[in-house]
């Protein structure tokens, strides 16, 4: 079973990602901390059961052994929404009926947080990324020691041109926020803050 974990916005750097969310929603990030083993770094946003995460690469970080995940040694251009994940309580199994190239677990830490990420060995998930990246938590979940937001994920669109076959992927998950569409590769989420609802 799967679960909407959190959003990532991919960007240049985080100062420029964090800019870019407050303008759209109108909400401050807050800091979130570094991955030493993708040698990248985050700012977070809770949504009240899920965050935000502002992802980008840490330039004072020294370059992973592998390619980063969500792509990010291919981002470029303006701050966007280019990912999502989704939680799990095997993740091992999950993986097992997986599409191709969701990724190895890896085992993460950062402070007292812990967890196990889908890895994929080219940075790129399935579908174009529009296929989740795993994770199972180990203990306390981010969002909640973050403070409320007063914000919530009402909708998350997910276009693909093959989308019988995206969504035959997400069998396992049961969220009627999240709507698989066909057409050209994009992801979109509505988000409901205290000044009303905003895409971005």
């Not at 959003?7 to 750097?13: G, I, K």
């Not at 993740?91 to 190239?101: F, I, K, N, T, Y």
């Not at 919530?152 to 076959?165: E, I, Q």
Request: hydrophobic residues 45%; proline residues 8%; negative net charge.
């Amino acid at each position: 079973m799967l679960r909407l974990d959190h959003l990532a916005v991919s960007c240049t750097t985080v100062a420029e990602g964090a800019d870019w969310v407050q303008a759209v929603l109108g909400l401050p990030l807050v800091a979130g901390g570094k991955h030493p083993h993708m040698g990248t770094h985050n700012r977070l946003l809770r949504l009240g059961d899920l965050y935000l995460e502002v992802i980008a690469i840490d330039p004072g970080a020294p370059a992973p052994a592998g390619p980063r995940w969500f792509d990010l040694d291919h981002f470029d251009g303006p701050p966007r929404l280019t990912n999502w994940v989704a939680a799990c309580d095997d993740l091992d199994a999950v993986l097992a009926m997986a599409p191709a190239g969701a990724g190895r677990a890896v085992d993460l830490a950062r402070g007292d947080l812990r967890w196990r990420m889908a890895v994929p060995e080219d940075g790129r998930l399935p579908f174009d990324g529009a296929f989740p990246g795993l994770i199972q938590w180990q203990g306390i979940h981010p969002a909640q020691r973050l403070p409320d937001s007063g914000a919530r994920l009402l909708r998350l669109d997910l276009a693909h041109p093959d989308a019988d076959a995206l969504r035959a992927a997400l069998t396992g998950l049961d969220d009627a926020r999240v709507v698989v569409t066909a057409g050209p590769v994009g992801l979109r989420a509505q988000i409901d803050t205290p000044a009303g609802a905003r895409w971005m």
